[in-house]
């Protein structure tokens, strides 16, 4: 068994050889041009891949794309970028958790094609009754169909583009709130710090203040007890318009 499958990777690498030794100059700057204009959500893409491919096909597929686009064997000034492009695309696949996600979105994305063809069978008399007919067979057909391969490639951009800008959008809202609270403990903490020297300062002049307010009342004793009063005057003088006088109450 393991004479045949050492026998296999053989034959694969002797493939692999012959292929890049046909390849010219102009095939690996347009491959290098078409994994930069892929959509940036889908990895499927950049490795030019169906999407029932399986983890086998995506490690050989990748193999067969770096080593045409790899920056030592591809004179295009972008020919390092592509190459990170398709390593990433294959890290993604490889990762259970962003493979799932990223079916799940194409199953979401079949269930809106089919929804929207069988609103269109309701109208077509003729297919209705042959999808009938063929039991499943004639929409099986139609799925396997260029058509609804390049619609479904189309849908599956859209499903992520939405599920992309949602995310921006939590992230967005999670970080406006993040701001707000880190700004509201700096101003928290200020108020503290500003209070703190407030009380350190205010403890800090207490001796001066009760130092103040013993001389202050030693002060306020002396001058009352040595004041000098100024002479009564009789209220009767007339000619003292400055005199109180008492007031006659009927």
Known sequence: ???????????????????????SEVERDNEVLRILSCFKLNPYEYLNLPFDSSIDDVKKQYRKLSLMVHPDKCKHP???????ALAKAQQLLLDQNERDYLLSQVNSAKEELRAKRKKQLKKDTASKIKSLVEEGKYDKQYEQSEEFQQELKVKVRELLTEQEWRRRKMQMRISEEEGRLKKDEEEQKEMWKRKREHEEEWEGTREQRVSSWRDFMK????NKKGEIRPPKLKTEDPNK???QRPVKRG
């Open 1 to 23: 068994m393991g004479d045949i499958k050492h026998a296999a990777t053989v034959n694969d690498d002797l493939l692999l050889k012959n292929f890049f030794a046909e390849v």
């Open 78 to 84: 972008q020919a390092k970028e592509a190459f990170g």
């Open 219 to 222: 002060g306020g004793k002396k």
């Open 241 to 243: 318009s400055y005199v």
